[in-house]
């Protein structure tokens, strides 16, 4: 998959925005083979290694069927928790975004895995 429409971006970004306001940091999409950071806050320095943080999350597309038919049910998203900010990995078939924010309470995490998830699966139905 190439990367994806104006329209779904308008809809990742919309939907990161609305569940974590102003602690958005960043807003990176990815598949196995390309990764495009979407939206990056102004005040945050644009050296990042998008390829390396890739590489990392591109694990998810292996846990998704790693975790499949346990006792813990599907797998939903993953958290990971930095000194300055929280990094947020939703995915979706073949598709996935991660979100880097500031600190928030745990249920805006669950809150903002869940509209992401959302807008990736109407990709394909698009």
């Known amino acids: ?15 990161a925005r609305t569940a974590t306001g102003d602690e958005l940091r960043s807003l990176t999409y990815f598949t196995e083979a390309e990764v495009e950071q979407l ?15 890739a590489e990392n999350e591109r694990q998810g597309f292996h846990s998704q069927s790693m975790y499949a038919n ?6 939903l998203f993953t ?5 300055n900010g929280y ?7 073949d598709h996935g975004v991660w979100v880097t ?9 669950e809150e903002l895995a869940s509209a992401l998830a959302s807008v990736l699966r109407s990709f394909d139905s698009a």
């Open 1 to 15: 998959m190439s990367r994806p429409s104006d329209e779904h971006v308008d809809e990742l970004l919309s939907a």
């Open 70 to 75: 346990t006792q813990l049910g599907d797998y």
């Open 87 to 93: 990094l947020t990995r939703v995915i979706a078939d």
């Open 101 to 109: 924010t500031d600190s928030m309470e745990i249920d805006r995490f």
């Open 79 to 83: 958290v990971r928790v930095f000194e």
């Open 39 to 53: 939206y990056l806050r102004s005040d945050l320095n644009q050296t990042a290694d998008l390829v390396g943080f």
